[in-house]
């Protein structure tokens, strides 16, 4: 076998296709200028209490997995970022599993607000275990900024719904007509623009939200309502990228100067919402859909990302189970993310085909 | 494509027909176009996998460890003898129906048949020859083997390679076929009384409740058992545990600097846990090996890439416990996702059992032995 | 006398004819009314029980992973199903989902409740082209 040669590991192609256990001056050498650096990012657990002390053995065993996974990371990845969605229905017990499987991490770990984790109490046993539900940072030269973007309408939160529990209920059925539209709204848009006002125009800014930050699907609240104000406050500045859960599956665009990257959730895959006749959708078009998941393997279309900053933008591996794991890089050719291996519509294979 | 065989000696796992249909419950087998069959080139084959001068001590032969009298395999040894009863880490796969396999080995590193010979002669604890040079001088120089490569492939001296003999090998192999068992008869043959009727329960269970149709695939009008892909079911690397991750990075390393995936894992007993991920270096290749068919199954106890399971009843123990020997113990990490607690009742594992003893092909063990050179 | 009696008879059946009585499928709007709305309700029933935890034994529901039962593709059965072994029927895919993610008891084909996840997965699918055996 020969060992793998630095234009593979540039391509991501070959045996190795990620990032892993590879000697790091293979990743230095390549982006001169800027450090570069990767931190692991898992999202969407929706650990889910049965009963007493039994949590649905699915979702524990893909966080399980995720968690396991990244101590195979070599070099180490930098930080971890939760991306929201830790429990299924909000309650203490099973943020409290969510947080005892979370803590065989090693390394700093970032959190970000999920809506399965907010609407049972707001967010308050929440901030207990992980701190406050928006916040930025600053890493290597990168600000990072975590918003609280699944909250909604005052109304709906506090007067629509007899009990915090109905409230949870309602809007943890993805396709409930009774939800209501994510947004980050006016007062966390407004801390986010002070929040920016000192940050040099050419840092690049990494921002972490669960809902999209785009208006993708309105049915299946793939959506922030507030999109076009946040990504005005994100337009002045040269290098944008938007990481997002919530969709369960792989989602990618670029809209101006703003990078979007979603997540895979730990947990199940979901459908594209293209996939949904009844509705309208707008699924971000540079999109390579993942593979279709076989159910029976039930890690199939599950996974976590592996995300390289080179020079400021955004590189996500995907590492999926019993599936083909996808590398979406950002393009300085193209100015945008596209798939390292499928973008071109001649290279796509039938499982990639979802109806 | 139609061929005629003319086997002179077989078990009965090998289908002899002028007819050449493939046995019922198998699809046509896949034949190169670069490796055609004739009666000629598998009977050539045949005498090299039974030929023990290929091995340095001269006492073994393919058919060692893929006896036709146990299933193609060595049952019941846990994991193979090479030369001087050296052992490997891993239990001999059958040859039934490797034709149909998309790649060889229990980590799938070899991607035909022809490839796949040409490892076990080097192997330290299997053939342990230096390199291919012995077999060559014996094939070039012997005169049975001189006629009949000349005769196959038109070639003699120089020009008969390992090319030449790992065809004639795949040739053969290609004719080891198991298929036509009762549960055939049963399923695609429609014969109503062909399985008993635990068999018949047993066979709900394996679609059903068992879950293990879908890696040992049954289709609507073929069955080979096999899905052909890799899978971690927690045979092996729950030993391992708490050492996948320091492992997983020095075979990594080791391998960057040029070390033989054959070798590292048929003698290191760690290593060969890795299983698939020792060939891919993927994270969901972590300690899984291929699904093997199950035809013939009851013929090749023990079980497993390692041979640590002894019976088809605690192969299904196994598997109800969701991947696990014994329930108290912990899962791996790295578990495939099909892989789960089951529920299964005494009876529903009894049955499958059952079910799975018939489909060995009849009739059963055929005690001719091959000719030898 | 029986031609006469057939006559009758004969008559007698042009009478009722004439006084409008319905032959074969002959129906009027306010049947085709009364029975889409029948074909709504189990409909309903079915989107109730697609989010109803009743079905299975540890909490999930069918939404969680099809949502407006997205990815279910009813118009492409019967097909062959891999994780059944053989060419199948929906309602045979729906058991599988039933007694697999959530793990519960499958349930008869004739079964109201299976009768009612059908109606509803159909008719979120309304508009589908048919492709039976596609994958």
Not at chain 1, 13 to 38: C, K, Q, W
Not at chain 1, 148 to 169: A, F, G, K, V
Not at chain 2, 268 to 282: H, I, Y
Request: hydrophobic fraction near 40%.
């Amino acid at each position: 076998m020969n060992p793998l040669s630095r234009r593979d590991f540039l391509k991501g192609a070959g045996a190795l296709a990620t990032a892993s256990v590879l000697p790091v001056n293979l990743i230095e050498l390549a982006f001169a200028g800027s450090e570069s650096f990767s931190f692991a990012y898992i999202s969407d657990s929706h650990i889910q209490q049965i009963r007493g002390t039994e949590f649905v053995r699915n979702w524990d065993r893909g966080l399980m997995r995720a968690v396991a996974e990244t101590h195979l990371l070599e070099p180490k990845p930098d930080f971890i970022v939760f991306g929201g969605d830790l429990a299924q229905l909000g309650s203490k017990p099973e943020l409290d599993h969510g947080a005892e499987i979370l803590s065989a991490l090693r390394g700093k770990v970032h959190y970000v607000m999920g809506e399965h984790d907010y609407y049972l109490d707001l967010g308050e046993y929440w901030q207990k275990l992980f701190g406050p539900h928006f916040y930025s940072f600053d890493h290597k030269g990168v600000h990072f900024v975590v918003l609280n973007s699944i909250l909604t309408y005052d109304d709906w939160t506090y007067h629509r719904w007899p009990t915090p529990e109905q409230r949870m209920q309602e809007m943890a059925g993805l396709d409930n007509p009774n939800g209501s539209p994510f947004m980050v709204g006016e007062k966390q848009r407004a801390w986010l623009e002070k929040d920016l006002a000192a940050v040099s125009r050419e840092t690049p800014v990494v921002v972490f939200s669960h809902s999209p930050l785009q208006k993708i699907f309105r049915g299946w609240n793939f959506w922030t309502e507030d999109a076009d104000e946040v990504q005005a406050l994100l337009k002045p500045f040269a290098k944008v990228t938007v990481l997002y859960g919530h969709v369960h599956q792989i989602q990618y665009h670029q809209i101006g100067n703003i990078s979007f990257n979603s997540a895979m959730a730990t947990a199940w895959p979901w459908p594209y919402p293209t996939a949904y006749r009844q509705g309208e959708v707008y699924l971000p078009k540079l999109t390579v859909p993942m593979n279709r998941a076989d159910p029976f393997h039930e890690r199939d279309g599950t996974g976590w990302q592996l995300v390289n900053l080179a020079s400021g933008n955004v590189d996500v591996q995907y590492t999926l189970y019993d599936n083909r794991r996808r590398s979406v890089v950002f393009s300085p050719k193209t100015g945008g993310p596209e798939d390292s291996q499928y973008q071109d519509p001649a290279r796509r294979i039938p499982p990639q085909t979802h109806y | 494509m139609k061929y005629c065989i003319f086997v002179l000696c077989l078990s009965a796992a090998v289908f002899s027909s002028l007819a050449a249909a493939e046995p019922l419950g198998l699809p046509t087998v896949p034949i190169p176009a670069d490796n055609p069959q004739t009666a000629e080139k598998i009977r050539l084959g045949e005498r090299l996998f039974n030929d023990l001068r290929f091995s340095s001590t001269g006492t073994v032969s393919c058919a060692t460890c893929h006896d036709h009298t146990k299933g193609f395999t060595d049952s019941p040894l846990t994991t193979s003898e090479g030369i001087k009863k050296l052992t490997g880490t891993r239990n001999a796969p059958t040859v039934l129906n490797a034709a149909y396999l998309k790649s060889l080995f229990w980590d799938g590193r070899s991607p035909s048949l022809e490839d796949q010979a040409l490892h076990p002669f080097l192997n330290p604890v299997e053939m342990g020859l230096p390199n291919h040079e012995p077999i060559l001088k014996i094939v070039r120089s012997d005169p049975a083997y001189v006629k009949a490569f000349s005769a196959v492939f038109g070639k003699s001296g120089g020009e008969v390679t390992m090319k030449e003999v790992t065809q004639a090998i795949a040739s053969f192999e290609r004719t080891v076929l198991s298929g036509d068992s009762p549960f055939d008869h049963w399923y695609f043959g429609g014969d109503k009384d062909a399985m008993s009727p635990a068999a018949q329960r047993g066979f709900q269970v394996f679609v059903g409740q068992g879950r293990c149709v879908s890696c040992h695939v049954v289709e609507q009008n073929q069955a080979l058992f096999t899905d052909n892909r890799f899978h971690n079911i927690g045979v092996g690397i729950n030993r391992i545990q708490a050492d996948v991750a320091r492992l997983a990075g020095e075979f990594l390393k080791a391998k960057a600097a040029g070390v033989d995936v054959d070798q590292a894992v048929l003698t290191d007993k760690k290593t060969s846990e890795l299983g698939r991920f020792a060939v891919t270096g993927q994270f969901d290749d972590l300690g899984a090996f291929k699904t093997p068919t199950l035809r013939d199954i009851a013929r090749t106890a023990p079980y497993m890439h390692d041979g640590s399971l002894k019976s088809l009843a605690e192969v299904v123990d196994h598997y109800n416990n969701g991947g696990v020997g014994n329930p108290k113990e912990k899962v791996n990490d790295f578990l495939s996702g099909g892989i789960r607690p089951l529920n299964l009742s005494t009876e529903q594992k009894a049955d499958l059992v059952v079910f799975m003893t018939a489909l060995t092909s009849q009739p059963a063990a055929d005690q001719k032995r091959s000719p030898r050179p | 006398m029986a031609f006469q009696r057939c006559k009758a008879a004969g008559l007698g059946i042009l009478l009722a004819a004439s006084a409008g009585f319905a032959e074969a499928d002959e129906f009027t709007a306010a049947d085709e009314k009364r029975w889409e709305e029948q074909f709504q309700a189990v409909a309903q029933k079915g989107r109730e029980l697609w989010t109803s935890p009743a079905l299975g034994s540890n909490g999930l529901v069918c939404a969680q992973c099809h949502p407006n039962a997205a990815n279910t593709h009813p118009e492409t059965y019967p097909k062959f199903q891999k994780q059944l072994g053989k060419v199948a029927a929906l309602w045979e895919m729906v058991n599988w989902c039933i007694r697999n993610p959530l793990q519960g008891t499958p349930l008869d084909a004739a079964d109201p409740k299976m009768i009612a996840l059908q109606a509803y997965v159909h008719y979120e699918r309304r508009g589908a082209t048919l492709a039976p055996g596609k994958h």
